[in-house]
């Protein structure tokens, strides 16, 4: 597709249950990203994937969260036992590899309600 | 460590007035990037602009302007002759060699342009 998709757009679900969010990446781009963003608040790193190299997870808050991507291109993020500290809008983003720093781009995110 | 700090949570303009958005970073890297991007109410982040350490040179780009100082560590942003659909959260983020490609995002600006 033309950009990074996101999916679903909406989610709510019981807290105790689990989750899978899915990004797929614009097509070429070996980097992707997911962020999480609370209400009114910044965007907080959660996981990095960059080509074949380990990913940088330094930024998953618990072990309820994981992340894999499949074939160097569609990532799911996974939340296991949701708690309501959980809801947020998570995003992800996913850049080109012609040059170290380049720009990201995101997609529309997934709003995340826990109830 | 990286760390980008955006001072202003909200600003409140009338069209047509110019107004500059701060962001200021810390890095012990000699080699990064900064980065502006745009939030508008869909949700969706905006790449609007990036510049590396080594381009102290500023940037216009129609009624946006960016103003680099290495001396002060800030990489401020201004919006020229604002408009109403300039109402958005703005968001400042570094990237550094120390950190791979990962994305550091200040809390962001809410600028509100009203007529």
């Known amino acids: 597709g033309a950009g990074v998709s996101q999916s679903p757009s909406n989610k709510v679900t019981e807290k105790g249950k689990d989750v899978e969010l899915r990004c797929d990446p614009i097509?070429?781009?070996?980097?992707l990203y997911w962020y999480r963003q609370s209400l009114g608040q910044g965007l907080e790193f959660l996981i990095y994937?960059?080509?074949?190299?380990?990913?940088?997870k330094s930024g998953l808050p618990s072990d309820r969260f994981s992340a894999e991507r499949t074939g160097g291109s569609v990532s799911t993020l996974t939340i296991q036992r949701t708690q309501q500290e959980d809801s947020a809008v998570y995003l992800c983003?996913?850049?080109?590899?012609?040059?170290?720093?380049?720009?990201?781009?995101f997609g529309q995110g997934t709003r995340l309600t826990v109830v | 460590a990286q760390k980008v700090t955006q001072a202003q949570t909200e600003i409140s303009v009338v069209e047509k007035e110019d107004v500059t958005l701060d962001c200021v970073y810390e890095?012990?890297?000699?080699?990064?990037?900064l980065f502006w991007y745009k939030q508008p109410p869909s949700g969706e982040l905006v790449f609007l602009i990036r510049?590396?350490?080594?381009?102290?040179q500023n940037e216009i780009s129609g009624r946006y302007s960016w103003n680099f100082q290495k001396s002060t560590s800030s990489f401020n942003f201004t919006i020229t002759a604002s408009q109403v659909v300039d109402s958005a959260v703005y968001f400042c983020a570094l990237s550094a060699t120390g950190g791979g490609n990962k994305l550091t995002f200040g809390t962001g600006t809410q600028l509100k342009v009203e007529l």
């Open positions: 890095t012990r890297d000699t080699t990064y990037y």
């Open positions: 983003a996913s850049s080109s590899p012609t040059g170290l720093n380049t720009e990201a781009f």
């Open positions: 510049r590396n350490s080594f381009d102290e």
């Open positions: 994937f960059q080509g074949n190299s380990a990913p940088d």
């Open positions: 097509s070429g781009h070996t980097a």
